[in-house]
């Protein structure tokens, strides 16, 4: 096969969302989805899941272990509009009530290889008090209609969160055709090790 | 022409002295680059944080430029200020940082700074709030007219930035 002048790249994902550290909450579960620029378009796998519902071990009070796998391939022809893989954990409150217990996006890694990234989970804030009490009051946590807005940067200075918790996620990239397009990705004429000089 | 794509993220800032936090940001280049695609200025969500040690915002930057020379190589500017529980802003800290020149994934950590005022003013500072500001924010960024400033030095702001380059190679340039 002669593939002489491709004009389409592609970005193979292969990864999992392996656990989240929300010491103050338990038997949650996590969705995750993808946003993506106007040239990109998923070729196969899942663009959307739903985990398990998991709870902290009996012997380590620690991580909340999902463990859940993500295998999904982009084509592309312009890296702008990067794939972001935004993900949103929900549990029961004390009335049993799914309420969402923290958003997170970032972006997939650019380069080749295997990649871990532990990401900060935060949820929205009432704005006024009078919202703070109503929610406070009803038991109905504010939240994003559409939680891809936390992949977007636009229209973000209007809303108050507060972080709370880190979820880990890792990634096994490949890709196909950048070079050829002529982007490069990573930096190969000086390949310097990083070194501390102390005189 | 050769272009340039800064994929990544803000992703927070820690060592200020109080938390609730939001920052306003840009990215500026000299007169041969041109955007394409992308913000190339925004402002974060205010994150007021359960665990003190950092603020933590997520904000997302992809640009794509072109660009026909070297000089002006993209910076991104930042402002962090500081909304208390009545709504009201107080600066924080201006900083800015060169986008990495060389392709793939950077983590950076960009210190920033306050202008402080006299004696008065720092009085004024403690009991009300507040204080000075600069009137141009090219300031930040352009090196040329600080020596008549005095300041102090506040927290860091984190990002993650990925750059993407392409063509460079076809002019003889190496990054």
Redesign the interface.
């Known amino acids: 096969m002669a593939a002489v002048s491709p004009s389409v790249f592609l970005l193979l994902v292969n990864g999992q969302i392996e656990s989240a550290n929300l010491p103050e909450f338990d038997d949650l579960y996590c969705k995750y989805c993808f946003v993506y620029g106007h040239d990109w378009s998923p070729v196969s796998g899942l663009e959307e899941g739903i985990s398990q519902i998991t709870s902290k071990s009996r012997v380590t009070q620690q991580d909340l272990v999902w463990n859940f796998p993500i295998d999904i391939t982009f084509k592309s022809t312009n890296p702008f509009g990067w794939p972001q893989v935004v993900v949103s954990v929900y549990g029961p409150d004390v009335f049993g009530n799914d309420v969402v217990r923290g958003y997170g996006a970032v972006h997939i890694p650019i380069t080749p290889g295997r990649h871990k990234r532990t990401i900060p989970l935060f949820v929205p804030e009432s704005t006024s008090r009078l919202q703070k009490f109503t929610s406070w009051f009803l038991g109905r946590r504010p939240e994003f209609t559409d939680p891809k807005v936390v992949a977007q940067g636009e229209g973000r200075e209007v809303t108050r969160v507060r972080s709370q918790g880190f979820l880990t996620l890792s990634f096994n990239i490949v890709t196909k055709d950048l070079k050829k397009l002529g982007y490069d990705m990573t930096s190969e004429v000086l390949s310097v090790p990083e070194a501390t000089y102390r005189p | 022409m050769a272009e340039v ?1 800064i ?3 803000i ?2 800032a820690s060592g200020f002295p109080q938390h609730s936090l ?1 920052c306003k940001w840009g990215i500026n280049a000299g007169g041969a680059w041109r955007l ?4 190339k200025e ?10 003190e040690e950092m ?2 915002w ?5 640009v ?1 430029f072109a660009t026909k020379g070297l000089q002006g190589w993209p910076k991104l500017h930042l402002q962090v200020w500081h ?1 208390d529980s009545y709504g009201r802003c107080e600066l924080y800290g201006y900083g800015f940082c060169h986008i990495p020149s ?4 950077h983590e950076l950590k960009c210190v920033t700074w306050r202008p402080v005022g006299t004696w008065q003013d720092q009085l004024a500072q403690l009991f009300v709030g507040g204080g000075p500001q600069l009137k141009t924010s090219d300031l930040i960024y352009i090196g040329a007219d600080r020596y008549r400033l005095q300041t102090t030095s506040m927290g860091c702001v984190h990002l993650q930035l ?1 750059v ?7 002019y003889g340039v ?2």
């Open positions: 794509h994929i990544g993220q992703v927070g939001f394409l695609s992308g913000l925004g402002q974060t969500q205010v994150d007021n944080p359960q665990n603020a933590y997520s904000h997302p930057v992809d794509h909304q060389s392709p793939g994934f990925a993407i380059l392409r063509h460079f190679d076809r190496e990054c």
